[in-house]
């Protein structure tokens, strides 16, 4: 078993910045990727970024050049650098990660960018 928990979520203005963090406990030595999603009301959860084990990264286009992943697997931690916010990003953010035979979630972290 492995648990996340997410934080850092909180009100911004918008072209502000936050860095969300999820902490990792349990079986981690069998996670192979992490990743970061978020739902707005009436949405989908969709992908924001996504890091593998081999330090590899991907982002939705929505997000590219203003989010980075990142992981510190010393402190078995994955963040996410959030600039440049908009309104658009207000969503619930949860942290997700993948072994091989199944998924984690965290409970998620309300960001909410004010204009």
């Known amino acids: 078993q492995v648990q996340l928990v997410e934080s850092g979520g909180g009100l911004v203005l918008a072209g502000g910045s936050l860095r969300l963090s999820c902490a990792a406990s349990g079986s981690i030595k069998s996670i192979i990727s992490m990743g970061w999603y978020r739902q707005a009301p009436g949405n989908q959860r969709e992908l924001v970024a996504g890091?593998?084990?081999?330090?590899?990264?991907k982002y939705a286009d929505s997000v590219k050049g203003r989010f980075t992943i990142s992981r510190d697997n010393a402190k078995n931690t994955v963040y996410l650098q959030m600039n440049s916010l908009k309104p658009e990003d207000t969503a619930v953010y949860y942290c997700k990660g993948c072994s091989m035979f199944r998924e984690y979630w965290g409970q998620g972290t309300q960001v909410t960018v004010s204009s």
């Open positions: 890091i593998g084990s081999d330090g590899s990264t």
